[in-house]
């Protein structure tokens, strides 16, 4: 994901984003903000939601005026909150999706909407692994935990997301421990095994075939002492979610 993009997750669609790991760049560098909205509401405006997806192909200008709805409504959580403001935030949720379901509206066929029942199925499992990253969780755990077969999963698992669970599953713990790296003063030993990892010895492993150095070499470079580790705010308007990594305090 580039600077200024802005990108569309369809309801169902199975996605991971993690944030790119810079040596030399802070925490404060490292945000974003996502807009989550409603799956009834969605069915509300329109009951045929679960055949329809958005596609953000052609059109460059309106694509650009989405973007510009989207910033705006960024705008007006960070700033201080206002007694009615969730009216003018209401009245550009109402604009977004005027543009979404006229410019970037299409019919999804048969092939993708099975498609979809198998990825529910999938992203089931990825919350699974979410949810449980800090227990020794295992391929032949999760298959049972489903009622699927261990071969089934793993080769399912792998044409969904490109990944291997194996890989997957440290992805998450990775993800989790370079959090408590930078935000707090955790022995290693402490952040392996609060992120999952058997021992030190496999999270060092982990962490330097991902990052290209050991959580010791990386934790030295970016020091900075205790701190919030969540830097990450939520607030909540009606039928949206908005979340935003710049903020530093919750709402």
């Not at 596609?55 to 960024?74: A, C, P, R, T």
């Not at 990825?119 to 020794?136: A, D, L, S, T």
């Not at 009622?147 to 890989?167: I, P, V």
Request: contains cysteine; negative net charge.
């Amino acid at each position: 994901m580039q600077s200024e993009e802005i990108i569309l997750i369809n309801s169902g669609d199975i996605h991971a984003l993690w944030p790119e790991r810079k040596i030399g760049r802070t925490q404060d560098e490292l945000f974003g903000a996502s807009i989550f909205i409603s799956y009834e509401f969605l069915k509300e405006i329109c009951p045929q939601f679960d055949e329809v997806c958005f596609v953000l192909e052609g059109n460059e200008e309106k694509k650009e005026e989405l973007k510009h709805v989207f910033d705006e409504m960024i705008g007006i959580y960070r700033k201080e909150q206002e007694e009615f403001i969730y009216l003018k935030m209401m009245g550009l949720l109402y604009r977004m999706l005027y543009l979404l379901f006229t410019y970037f509206k299409q019919v999804k066929n048969q092939a993708i909407i099975k498609s979809q029942k198998y990825m529910e199925r999938i992203q089931k499992v990825m919350n699974y692994v979410e949810e449980h990253y800090q227990e020794p969780v295992t391929l032949c755990q999760v298959a049972a935990h489903f009622n699927l077969s261990m071969e089934y999963l793993a080769r399912d698992f792998k044409k969904h997301t490109g990944s291997t669970f194996r890989e997957y599953l440290d992805k998450v713990r990775l993800n989790h421990a370079f959090e408590l790296l930078y935000g707090t003063d955790y022995s290693m030993l402490e952040v392996a095994m609060m992120s999952g990892f058997a021992d030190v010895r496999s999270f060092i492993k982990s962490f330097k075939k991902e990052h290209g150095m050991t959580p010791y070499q990386f934790k030295k470079r970016n020091k900075t002492g205790t701190s919030d580790r969540n830097g990450e705010s939520f607030a909540d308007y009606p039928h949206i979610i908005l979340q935003d990594a710049q903020k530093k305090k919750d709402i």
